[in-house]
């Protein structure tokens, strides 16, 4: 079993920036593709990128009011951690966000493929 907790959010004004963080324990992350997602209110959980298990490769959502060239998501598996980058948040950015493992080594943007999850960490900004 993997247990991972998120940390890091809060309230910020548009244009600034939050670093989340996902610390893992109860096993090793470092084979593992490792997602962030979010969740506005009353809206569907979405993808927001993921990263290979080495961290060489990183793939962002790619969809209307994108996060690509704004969030940047990073690893450190001697720490058992990965990073989510927030830079130029709008309101829009404004969610719950989740990091997300998955055990296999192909990156996936549907969350069902992800086995663990955290609890997710509340990130609002506010315009």
């Known amino acids: 079993q993997v247990q991972l907790v998120e940390s890091g959010g809060g309230l910020v004004q548009a244009g600034g920036s939050l670093r989340l963080s996902c610390a893992a324990s109860g096993r090793t992350i470092s084979s593992y593709v490792m997602g962030w997602f979010r969740q506005a209110p009353g809206k569907e959980r979405e993808f927001v990128g993921a990263?290979?298990?080495?961290?060489?490769?990183?793939?962002?959502?790619d969809y209307a009011d994108s996060v690509k060239g704004r969030f940047a998501i990073s690893r450190d598996n001697a720490k058992n951690a990965v990073y989510l980058q927030m830079n130029s948040l709008k309101p829009e950015d404004t969610a719950v966000y989740y990091c997300?493992?998955?055990?296999?080594?192909?990156?996936?943007?549907?969350?069902?493929?992800?086995?663990?999850w955290g609890q997710g960490t509340q990130v609002t900004v506010s315009s």
């Open positions: 997300a493992a998955l055990t296999d080594r192909a990156i996936a943007v549907d969350p069902s493929f992800y086995t663990y």
């Open positions: 990263i290979s298990w080495s961290g060489g490769s990183t793939y962002y959502a």
